[in-house]
Structure formats: structure tokens, C-alpha cells
């Protein structure tokens, strides 16, 4: 993934909008507070500047 | 500097050092790979910078190393390298694509100029028969290019890049390290039939994730491209993000395995241990 984000950086797509993590089944806490921050991210970036092209 | 190689090459063949050789032949004025049986045919024997001896060969789609073992199986084979395909032979041999036991390298390096020319960072094999180890070139200007563009001038470069491709998969096909049997720049599901300038930039994207600890920078890729898309720039910067984040270079060492290769062998789940 540390690859996989630098490689989207060169291209010119924003790294933070790819993200890994490890959450345990027993951690429901964690895995809402990982989602809840991501989907915020994603929000604050907006719609991906490649969007127009992926809806063929 | 040719004849001292082909004497060499010679000896090596004389003495039964090595069976066959295989390099570059000189005919008619066109280089082309050879694959040299008899001493005399040394006397065409040439080495050039801009063209790689190394071709996964399609559509049988198995290395040259391969098709000289099964020609003269049990053979020892001389191959003359340059630096660039030396690493090629490492990563090879690396990923069990060629038997290492069966090749002697005899190693050439290419001078400082072959080096600017082919923007080649280390331009030399690990122990040149012949030739002096010289500096490669360490900054690339494209590199330094991009990374001084902010995320969306990137995006933008790119597209205007990546649209000019028509698909011929010269790239993939030049690629030493381009192995894979079946390849997902083939498959439907990323590039469509029919379809061009394929999907951008996951169509590119995919090459240059394959080859993140693979690529030996001798930029095949980029000569090969008839529409002088400069895919080197990525691969190059890839390179030192992998030697910066795992100390890794590839086509150095074949004992060396790469870090994006995972084995099970340390899961705690090993065969029989549930019993």
C-alpha cells in the first residue's frame, strides 16, 4: 500500500484516498471510528477528479 | 573495445568454458541477438547500448533462456551483458524464470556517455569482464519534472500522456521482467477490446505496480513506446521509493528477495500445527 500511494501520488491522485487497516472483529468500536474519519476524508477531498471518465 | 570482447568470447568458447555464447550479432549492418556455436561466427560479434538481448518471446511467450536451454539442453550458455541486463538476468533468476546455473555473465560496461544516453544509473554489471565501472546518472530531469508539479498539474500530465497510447503493448512486450503468462493489461476487465487510448491511468497504473520491485531501469519500456510516453519517470521514482522505504534495489543480488514478495512460512498456522 506504502507503493501502491506513491505510485497514485505520481499520477497525480491524491494518496489519502486510499487508506489500509487492520481491524480486529472484536474491535466494533475502532472499525466505526476507521470508517466514520475515512468517509470524512473522502468528503472533505470531493468527488474524485477521475470520475467522469470511470462511469463508461 | 569489440575486439577485445570477441576475443574473449572466443577463449571462452575454445577452452569449453561455455558451450554456446549469446549476444548481439552484427549483419548487414543490423544488430540482431545471436546465438554463436562456433568460434569463427565470433568475428561478427557486437554490443551496443540501444539494443537488449533479453526478450520474453511471444507468442510462445517463454523467455530466450528457455528456447537456448531446450536447443542445446544441458549447455552451458555465455550471455555478454551490459549492466541493465545483468539485473534483468538476477530478477530472472530471482523469480525462477532462468537457472543461473546454467549461465556464465560476461559482464560489459557501457561508458559515461552510453550512460547519459540511456539515463542508465549504474551502467555496469556487477564484475565487468571488460570496461571500467563509471558513474551513472543518479538525478533524472523528468523526475525532478514531476515531482515539482502539484497533484493536479500531475493528473493533467498524464491524461495528456496516457491518451496518446494506442494500446500496441510495446512496453510490456520490451519489459525483461514482464513475464507473466497471463497478463491483466489483457483482461477485459481493465482494458476493452477495442477500446483506445485504454482506461487512463489504470491501464499504465498496472505496469508500474507490477514492476515496483522488478523494474531494473533500463528503460525498455520507454524506447519501445512509439508515442514517447515517458513511462520511465515513474518507474525510476518507484525504484527509490523502494530502496528508501524497504532498502531494497532489485537485479543486484539474486539472493536478495524482494520485500513485496510474502511467504506464509512465518503464519502461525502451519500445516499440522491445529492438530
Same mark, same amino acid.
Request: glycine share 6%; charged share 35%.
Given at each position: 500500500v506504502a507503493i501502491l500511494k506513491k505510485i497514485l501520488s505520481y499520477l497525480g491522485i491524491d494518496p489519502r484516498r486510499v487508506r489500509l487497516e487492520w481491524v480486529s472483529a472484536a474491535e466494533g468500536q475502532k472499525y466505526a471510528e476507521v470508517v466514520t474519519d475515512f468517509v470524512a476524508e473522502i468528503k472533505r477531498l470531493g468527488p474524485n477528479p477521475l470520475k467522469g471518465r470511470l462511469e463508461v | 573495445m569489440i575486439e577485445k570482447l570477441?576475443?574473449?568470447?572466443?577463449e571462452y568458447l575454445r577452452s569449453?568454458?561455455?558451450?554456446v555464447i549469446f549476444g548481439l550479432r552484427e549483419k548487414d549492418n543490423h544488430l540482431a541477438?545471436?546465438?554463436f556455436t562456433r568460434v569463427e561466427e565470433l568475428d561478427s560479434l557486437a554490443i551496443s547500448p540501444l539494443y537488449p538481448l533479453f526478450y520474453t518471446c511471444r507468442p510462445s511467450k517463454k523467455n530466450i533462456i528457455?528456447?537456448?536451454?531446450?536447443?542445446?539442453?544441458?549447455?552451458? !550458455?555465455?550471455? !555478454?551483458?551490459?549492466?541493465?541486463?545483468?539485473?534483468?538476468?538476477?530478477?530472472l533468476a530471482k523469480r525462477n524464470q532462468i537457472n543461473m546455473e546454467n549461465i556464465e555473465i560476461l559482464g560489459v560496461a557501457c561508458s559515461?556517455?552510453?550512460?547519459?544516453?540511456?539515463?542508465?544509473p549504474r551502467p555496469y554489471?556487477?564484475?565487468?569482464l571488460l570496461g571500467e565501472k563509471v558513474e551513472g546518472v543518479l538525478e533524472d530531469k523528468n523526475v525532478g519534472e514531476l515531482l515539482n508539479k502539484g497533484l493536479s498539474e500531475r493528473l493533467a500530465f498524464w491524461q495528456s500522456q496516457l491518451s496518446k497510447c494506442m494500446k500496441c503493448y510495446g512496453c510490456r512486450n520490451a519489459c525483461p521482467l514482464c513475464f507473466c503468462q497471463d497478463c491483466a493489461m489483457e483482461q477485459e476487465l481493465w482494458s476493452k477490446i477495442g477500446e483506445i487510448p485504454p482506461e487512463i491511468p489504470i491501464f499504465h497504473f498496472i505496469r508500474f505496480y507490477h514492476l515496483a520491485d522488478r523494474c531494473i531501469e533500463c528503460g525498455e519500456c520507454e524506447k519501445a513506446c512509439?508515442?514517447?510516453i515517458p513511462l520511465l519517470t515513474i518507474s525510476k521514482q518507484v525504484r527509490k521509493d523502494v530502496k528508501e522505504l524497504f532498502n531494497?534495489?532489485?537485479?543486484?543480488?539474486?539472493?536478495?528477495?524482494?520485500?513485496?514478495?510474502?511467504t506464509l512460512d512465518e503464519m502461525p498456522m502451519k500445516e499440522g500445527a491445529n492438530k
Open positions: - | 570477441q576475443k574473449l568470447a572466443k569449453g568454458k561455455v558451450e541477438p545471436y546465438i528457455r528456447l537456448i536451454e531446450e536447443k542445446y539442453p544441458d549447455a552451458k !550458455i555465455g550471455v !555478454i551483458v551490459k549492466g541493465c541486463e545483468e539485473r534483468a538476468f538476477i530478477e559515461r556517455e552510453e550512460a547519459i544516453e540511456c539515463r542508465c554489471p556487477n564484475h565487468p512509439p508515442m514517447d531494497y534495489e532489485s537485479g543486484l543480488d539474486v539472493k536478495q528477495e524482494s520485500p513485496l514478495l510474502t
